[in-house]
């Protein structure tokens, strides 16, 4: 059954990118030189070093790891991509005439434009009414396999405040940044007594970078303990001698 | 050899409580009713599921599960305790006679005071030349076990940014919370270009939270790749054709 899935490197204090920079983003040499490349560079080498990563940007090389074995599995899970406007933007010169991707990939954005075919099997369809046709239209040219959200931070944190996400994996990089862009905060709107509860279902521990997969079980109401006090009273300070 | 180690319950989303209660903290019920309990309650449910949790708080029952064992040995490998005020002020009346700990803790404070000394082998020794010289005081007490940050979180922040941490554990809870207190932030006042990186050294999957122990290897500057562009072209898109 189709899922709709996510996964996202973060550092280990949950972020994803450095600090947001307002260059365009067409503009690579100087995004390199700015304030997101240094964290993001960081959290996704893992990906970069393993060989199933390299082979679809077409470089040589890389290592034969199980980093490497859960990105062939993320990419083979995937029958189709909705992906955020500004994502696209960035990718959209340097991902080049083979994008990576090799299956449709649904942008949600406010422009309409016409498809976009790339070789190797990647399509650009440029969706208007939101991310829930984007879904929608991804859903049905997946053919049975997931739906995968392939960035960025603010499209993600909507499907999950939206509940339309099923699976997310994290794929934490040992390392504290500081500061640069969170993957969670405030935008998911949550109230104070509100959580979104998820079930890890998987975890692989790697040398640089541990993987967790979740369940998205959904909002749940927070909801206080007595802290153990209703369990029977053991011990000799129990009953407040 | 002893080691300065932390560990610390946090949400997915990075919060170890809720949004701050401004409220004296030893006003008990009215924290109850307050921002940081819905948060703590779900972030530290694991720990009071657990028998090894219950059994140091006088408590009958609870689940003896790999969990349980992760807060016996976290237990059994502290020597001695180094904790901020806060933390102290707030535990003070609700820990009682005999005080979970059962080992020296050196509280970190601008108020100086005589030791108070409680049963089962707790005592609490007040220190004001700050967190570097109670970690000093504690290391002396540990008699070669390890010296463990009780929290809460600012101190554990500080111990990171002085390079003074060896080891931190987090207990991730599969919960989003959207607000609250960060372990982590900018307080750890690292430049953009510096991290803290850190090596995970062990990994446990439980049911309802994953144990990620990490030995902090400390700051290091981040450093831009080619991102794999090194190795030879491979495939019919690396030409640029």
Redesign the interface.
């Known amino acids: 059954m189709t899922k709709v899935t996510a996964q996202m490197s973060i550092?280990?204090?949950?972020f994803y990118t450095?600090?947001r920079d307002t260059r365009d983003p067409n503009d690579m040499s100087g995004w390199?030189r700015g304030?997101e490349?240094?964290?993001f560079?960081?959290i996704t080498?893992w990906a970069?070093d393993a060989m199933a990563?390299?082979?679809r940007?077409?470089?040589?090389?890389?290592e034969q790891s199980i980093d490497s074995e859960i990105i062939e599995e993320t990419f083979a899970a995937a029958g189709a991509y909705v992906m955020g406007r500004r994502m696209f933007d960035a990718g959209e010169v340097p991902w080049?005439?083979?994008p990576p991707f090799r299956a449709p990939v649904f942008v949600v954005t406010h422009r309409s434009r016409e498809v976009l075919e790339r070789?190797?099997g990647t399509s650009f369809t440029f969706v208007t009414e939101g991310v829930e046709r984007a879904i929608e239209l991804a859903r049905e040219a997946a053919a049975g396999k997931d739906v995968a959200m392939a960035g960025g931070g603010e499209l993600l944190r909507q499907v999950?405040a939206a509940g339309l996400l099923d699976q997310l994996e994290?794929h934490?990089a040992?390392?504290?940044?500081?500061?640069g862009q969170?993957?969670?905060?405030?935008s998911?709107?949550?109230g104070?007594?509100?959580?979104?509860?998820?079930?890890?279902t998987r975890?692989v521990?790697a040398?640089?970078?541990?993987h967790?997969r979740?369940a998205v079980a959904g909002r749940s109401k927070?909801?206080?303990?007595d802290?153990?006090?209703s369990?029977?009273?053991?011990?000799?300070?129990?009953d407040?001698?």
């Open positions: 550092s280990l204090d949950g450095g600090p390199m304030p490349a240094p964290g560079f960081r080498r970069v990563w390299r082979e940007q077409g470089y040589a090389g890389g080049g005439e083979e070789q190797g999950l994290l934490i040992p390392v504290l940044l500081g500061d969170r993957l969670f905060g405030p998911l709107g949550l104070a007594d509100d959580g979104i509860e998820l079930v890890p975890v521990e040398p640089t970078v541990t967790i979740y927070l909801v206080l303990d802290r153990g006090a369990g029977d009273l053991v011990g000799p300070s129990a407040g001698t």
